[in-house]
């Protein structure tokens, strides 16, 4: 089936995949290298939940990212690589040289004993090798769970022992910004409690000092002259796990999203090409994403590759040297689409024109942004400023368990409006219920945005605790996907999400659990109790506001402060910081003992006077405290 290019066939193709969903999916599926054509298009169920696409079909990935390219597009570059410095020699990649990177280095995964199935630690700074990492993974059908490398050793190692990974791969140190990081370092404290860990893959990214574990540490550098180009890819059955990604839930520890081979290699290729109508916008694509997280995932390394596009890969960061770098790399790279986060554009907004008017820009043809609401004015000014009047912004708004993106413009076909993802792609079925599950119908409506159908690269399970899957996405209401999201729907059917609600915070784009924020505010000795809540924050779009209980110590609060947000970096990662910290004697908590967040968020707010109904409060007086104590 041919892209997008109207209005009416995107009308036409949405109509088609609501009415016959496993003919329009299989279609898109054909135009694939399957070694085995699947036996059954679709399976579902969102009770259990069981969902299968394509089963029994047969498959690899990174057949269909690089090797079904090589006969025409072989010297066409795959990767161009940006440094983190601008004086550093940048790098290209071809999709020739990529795949042969990609064959070599799975060859040294074997070497060292990893073996279909098997889960693969990567904790990487953003290089070529990390893209190369994940495809070696998938080549021989082991399953990577990468690691953000702003992430903790404590972090790094919840999540090694959560899906029990036998081989990590990381890099000696990394470049962010002005910052040199000691990635290694932070392996090694990690490893300590990560006994079944075997062996240690370790690039050299910025030469500095480290330390070698002996039989069990090798370096990448070594290992690669070892072996040669020649690693025939392994046949995965379309519903074997390609990888696992943790992310941040309402309660208790990060859940390691469970995504498989075929439905996400289908999925995200569709979306890929029509959202950002690659290529007819142009051949070159940025996504400025971390791989660490799902954007990079899906629309840095697969998506893209399966597409056969150029994409520019960055080491860096949008301020350094200064805030003018996004623009020098557009110029630099030609870019015709580029894909960044609303918290970037305010962040560059409020560095002031004076960073972009230097730069030409006018290569650009789309632009995207991700990863949380973007506010109208900062739609505009990305728009006006960045696109100069001409370029659609596609506001795509998924999540880690979606796998691709959901609901989204398709650039220049559907018409925008500042800060609404505006319509479903097709094969979604969003529908908005009322806190008792009752859908919302009609226009002009808001309510808790659920899917009511699986899309081919849905979450599958959460690792290793599928039941937790099941209580999380699936049980709040049944047959429904819930997303976690508030969402409205306009008198055009448009849809615009108004952000989390649950008790996860979105902090820069990021996605953070207050419980996770809270568990770490009380390993501090000091620390009795504590409570975390989002709030709104200008750059952020959502800062993180501390309440805390502290027994009789005799530090003082900027003492207290300094250590609780060592304490949360230490635990979780510098993304995790608390902005404000309030020492409070008490919390405001129901007659059984549940803290009335709703109060909480709203001093965080600011809305001193509109805090609703506290009868219910065990002791109202502490919300006057809190109140008197509120930092603005
Ligand atoms: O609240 C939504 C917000 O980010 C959450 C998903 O976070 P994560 O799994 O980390 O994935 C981020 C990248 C896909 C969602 O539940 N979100 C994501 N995109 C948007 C958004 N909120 C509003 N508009 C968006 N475009």
Redesign the pocket.
Known sequence: MARITSFEQYQEQYKKSVDNPEAFWAEQAEQFTWSKKWDKILNWNFTEPKIEWFAGGKLNITENCLDRHLPEKADQVAYYWEPNEPTEKAVQLTYKQLHEEVCKFANVLKKNGTKKGDRVCIYMPMVPELAIALLACARIGAVHSVVFGGFSASALSGRIQDCDCKIVVTSDGAYRGAKAIPIKAVADEALEICPGVEKVIVLNRTGSEINMVAGRDVLWEDEIKMVNADCPAEQMDAEDMLFILY?SGSTGKPKGVVHTCGGYMVYTHYTFENVFQYPSSGGVYWCTADIG???GHSYIVYAPLLAGATSVMFEGVPTYPDAGRFWQVIDKYKVNIFYTAPTAIRALEASGLGFVTPYKLDSLKVLG??????NEEAWTWYHENIGKGKCPIV???????TGGILISPLAGITKTKPSF?TLPLPGVQPILVDEKGNEITGNGVEGNLCIKFPWPSIIRTTYGDHERCRQNYFATYPNLYF???GCKRDEDGYYR?T??VDDVM?VS???IGTAEVESAINMHIDIVESAVVGYPHDIKGQGIYAYVICTNSKKDAETLRKEILAEVTKMIGPIAKPDKIQIVTGLPKTRSGKIMRRILRKVAEGELNNLGDTSTLLDPMVVEEIKAGAIK
Do not use: F, K
């Open positions: 992310t997280w799902v954007t942004s991700v990863g949380e609401p973007i506001d795509t708004w998924w999540q880690t368990e993802a997303t976690g999201d999400i952000g989390r979105n784009g990021h996605r």
